[in-house]
């Protein structure tokens, strides 16, 4: 299987862009704030569910 490149080069050549993008210069700010907002939920998830687990210790005790 891994003759299957015919010496066409690596498989991901990053040397030249064809199609004009630069590496590092996308614009990410929508993805920083969506990264924010899910580690922000799943925070909040895990006080929630370790509230939730003390408040059964207490009431079954």
Known sequence: MAEDNKGTGPM???THPAHGHVPGSMDISQQE????GFIRMVSW???GILALLIFVALVNG
């Open 12 to 14: 991901a050549d990053h």
């Open 33 to 36: 704030k969506t990264f924010a």
């Open 45 to 47: 998830a895990v006080v």
